[in-house]
């Protein structure tokens, strides 16, 4: 699987952006998607991430109830809504695939077989 993330660029404070990821191959319905994001001088962190179907998501409490993780396997695309978007969500932006079916472990860094390049999204005050 193949990733391309697009989408990142330069927002308000209290704005919105959506974030698109682009998956090639025939099996991208068979993954569980996930955003990560990772600020200068830190770790990759957890944003959100959606179960094969669809029908389970999970968020970063950080980001829960501002951004809404989605996918369409028809597009092979998974979408990150961002609203009411906080300086504090300045980061490179990463979408992941992974074979695992627990949404909780979907969490982890190193359940991700594969990565996007990075979109990146600034915020300003």
């Known amino acids: 699987v193949q990733l391309q993330a697009s989408g990142g660029g330069l927002a308000q404070a209290g704005g919105s952006l959506r974030l698109s990821c682009a998956a090639s191959?025939?099996?991208?319905?068979?993954?569980?998607m996930g955003w990560f994001r990772q600020a200068p001088g830190k770790e990759r962190e957890f944003v959100a991430a959606i179960s094969w179907s669809g029908g389970t998501t999970y968020y970063a409490n950080s980001v829960k109830g501002r951004f809404t993780i989605s996918r369409d396997n028809a597009k092979n695309t998974v979408y990150l809504q961002m609203t009411s978007l906080k300086p504090e969500d300045t980061a490179v932006y990463y979408c992941?695939?992974?074979?695992?079916?627990?949404?909780?472990?979907?969490?982890?860094?190193?359940?991700?077989?594969?990565w996007g390049q990075g979109t990146q999204v600034t915020v300003s005050s």
């Open positions: 191959g025939r099996t991208f319905s068979s993954y569980g």
């Open positions: 992941g695939a992974t074979p695992r079916v627990s949404i909780l472990a979907m969490k982890a860094v190193n359940q991700y077989d594969y």
